[in-house]
């Protein structure tokens, strides 16, 4: 009798126990089911940079520090094939350029073998050089597709140009590109509260990627009360700006020889020297910029002298023309090239902002100079470049209508 109780006991307990085991089995099976998420299908490229990829293995890279083309195929050809292909591409890309932080790519067969068949480098964005290795060696360069979208920001000022872009988050490309197409018309160091622009534009996309701005289609910018607006127009194969009736934006100077920094000091014939303290002349205007920006040269030019000159530090001065001569003091360094007798052009970087000679701080101390005379660098009025030729005046004035519409 006793046995009997014992196996019923056991039984029962064998019951518990796998009906449990079951329960939590069903519920382990139900928490699977409900939270399985089936995986996404693996997407192969199946072409790139204008090649092929069915049956091929890529492998994309970054270029690193001190890497070269020897590096970065190392694994897959020897010195040889280097050397040949730098022979081959000699006329087509300089790979002494390859540049840390670029993207590149090896294309692979996908065997044991893993043979290098092509090895791509990205020049930028857009361009790239292919080797196609795969019987004789073929070098040459592509550029991938490009799609543009046309947008149309605005702002008004509240303290800077920059801060502005910064406030509303827009691209601060643009504000550099804007400021170009002005550079000529605006001074961007006496902008008001209140100044206001809406500016047309396209950004470029690469692989679905914003990749930047291409060019500024049209604006309008108010400062001080009074409008300049601006047309992008090409004419004889060279595109400009050109204000509403067709006269170049564009003038002999610069307004500006550096960007987005402050007037420190201006033009005046009695102003207190910060170091030598005695009131003086200041035939010029500082600029407060932080060390290192770039100076560029307010025309074209021949530069008469560049190297230290007692308390303006190091300086260069360009000889425009028979009337116009400009200085540029204070330096921190000059530009690669730059020595007495060279050529530079409007726009060309010239030095950077320093505090050398008698200076209290990072400035340019910038002067121009008018038949010897010294001459307020702010007033300064130069005459306009070519306008648009009678000939183009239609296609121009289709050109104004079509971007008015959208800017108002």
Same mark, same amino acid.
């Given at each position: 009798?006793?046995?009997?109780?014992?196996?019923?006991?056991?039984?029962?307990?064998?019951? %518990?126990?796998?009906?449990?085991?079951?329960? *939590?089995?069903?519920?382990?099976?139900?928490?699977?089911?409900?939270?399985?998420?089936?995986?996404?299908? %693996?997407?192969?490229?199946?072409?790139?940079?204008?090649?092929?990829?069915?049956?091929?293995?890529?492998?994309?890279?970054?270029?690193?520090?001190?890497?070269?083309?020897? =590096?970065? +195929? $190392? @694994?897959? *050809?020897?010195?040889?094939?280097? #050397?040949?292909?730098?022979?081959?591409?000699?006329?087509?890309?300089?790979?002494?350029?390859?540049?840390?932080?670029?993207?590149?790519?090896?294309?692979?067969?996908? @065997?044991?073998?893993?043979?290098?068949l092509y090895?791509?480098?990205?020049?930028?964005?857009?361009?790239?050089?292919?080797?196609?290795?795969? !019987?004789?060696?073929?070098?040459?360069?592509?550029?991938?597709?490009?799609?543009?979208?046309?947008?149309?920001?605005?702002?008004?000022?509240?303290?800077? /140009?920059?801060n502005c872009?910064?406030?509303?988050?827009?691209?601060?490309?643009?504000?550099?590109?804007?400021? #170009?197409?002005?550079?000529?018309?605006?001074?961007?160091?006496?902008?008001?509260?209140? !100044?206001?622009?809406?500016?047309?534009?396209?950004?470029?996309?690469? #692989?679905?990627?914003?990749?930047?701005?291409?060019? +500024?289609?049209? $604006?309008?910018? =108010?400062?001080?009360?009074?409008?300049?607006?601006?047309?992008?127009?090409?004419?004889?194969?060279?595109?400009?700006?050109?204000?509403?009736?067709?006269?170049?934006?564009?003038?002999?100077?610069?307004?500006?020889?550096?960007?987005?920094?402050? +007037?420190?000091?201006?033009?005046?014939?009695?102003?207190?020297?910060?170091? /030598?303290?005695?009131?003086?002349?200041?035939?010029?205007? @500082?600029?407060?910029?932080?060390?290192?920006?770039?100076? %560029?040269?307010?025309?074209?030019?021949?530069?008469?002298?560049?190297?230290?000159?007692?308390?303006?530090?190091?300086?260069?001065?360009?000889?425009?023309?028979?009337?116009?001569?400009?200085?540029?003091?204070?330096?921190?360094?000059?530009?690669?090239?730059?020595?007495?007798?060279?050529?530079?052009?409007?726009g060309q970087?010239?030095?950077?902002?320093?505090?050398?000679?008698? $200076?209290?701080?990072?400035?340019? !101390?910038?002067?121009?100079?008018?038949?010897?005379?010294?001459?307020?660098?702010?007033?300064?009025?130069?005459?306009?470049?070519?306008?648009? @030729?009678?000939?183009?005046? =239609?296609?121009?004035?289709? =050109?104004?209508?079509?971007?008015?519409?959208?800017?108002?």
């Amino acid at each position: 009798m006793a046995t009997v109780k014992l196996w019923k006991t056991s039984l029962l307990a064998l019951f %518990v126990v796998l009906s449990v085991a079951g329960a *939590a089995g069903l519920y382990i099976y139900y928490q699977r089911t409900r939270e399985y998420i089936p995986p996404k299908p %693996v997407v192969v490229e199946k072409e790139a940079y204008g090649i092929k990829l069915t049956g091929l293995k890529v492998i994309h890279g970054t270029v690193g520090s001190n890497q070269n083309l020897g =590096t970065l +195929i $190392s @694994d897959h *050809a020897g010195n040889e094939t280097v #050397d040949r292909m730098a022979k081959a591409s000699a006329d087509i890309f300089d790979l002494r350029k390859i540049k840390a932080g670029n993207t590149y790519a090896r294309i692979l067969s996908d @065997d044991s073998a893993a043979r290098l068949l092509y090895f791509v480098y990205e020049i930028n964005p857009i361009d790239f050089v292919v080797f196609d290795l795969r !019987d004789t060696l073929r070098v040459y360069r592509e550029s991938k597709k490009v799609d543009r979208k046309v947008k149309t920001d605005s702002g008004t000022i509240t303290s800077s /140009l920059w801060n502005c872009f910064v406030e509303r988050g827009l691209d601060i490309q643009l504000a550099l590109s804007l400021s #170009d197409v002005y550079a000529w018309t605006i001074d961007f160091y006496g902008l008001q509260k209140g !100044d206001y622009f809406k500016v047309i534009y396209e950004e470029v996309y690469v #692989d679905g990627k914003m990749i930047g701005i291409d060019r +500024i289609l049209g $604006s309008r910018f =108010t400062h001080s009360g009074k409008e300049f607006r601006a047309y992008h127009f090409e004419q004889n194969g060279k595109p400009a700006y050109f204000d509403e009736n067709g006269q170049s934006l564009e003038r002999s100077f610069l307004k500006a020889p550096l960007k987005f920094s402050r +007037i420190s000091s201006r033009f005046t014939r009695a102003r207190m020297h910060p170091i /030598l303290r005695i009131a003086r002349p200041h035939f010029g205007v @500082d600029y407060a910029a932080p060390r290192g920006t770039p100076v %560029v040269a307010l025309g074209d030019g021949i530069v008469k002298e560049a190297g230290f000159h007692g308390g303006y530090g190091r300086q260069i001065t360009i000889r425009h023309n028979s009337t116009f001569m400009t200085s540029y003091a204070h330096l921190s360094g000059y530009a690669k090239g730059i020595r007495a007798g060279m050529h530079v052009s409007q726009g060309q970087v010239i030095g950077y902002v320093g505090s050398s000679g008698l $200076s209290t701080g990072p400035h340019l !101390d910038f002067r121009v100079y008018k038949n010897g005379t010294p001459t307020d660098p702010l007033k300064l009025e130069s005459p306009p470049a070519r306008p648009v @030729d009678p000939a183009e005046m =239609t296609k121009f004035r289709q =050109t104004v209508a079509s971007v008015n519409a959208r800017l108002g």
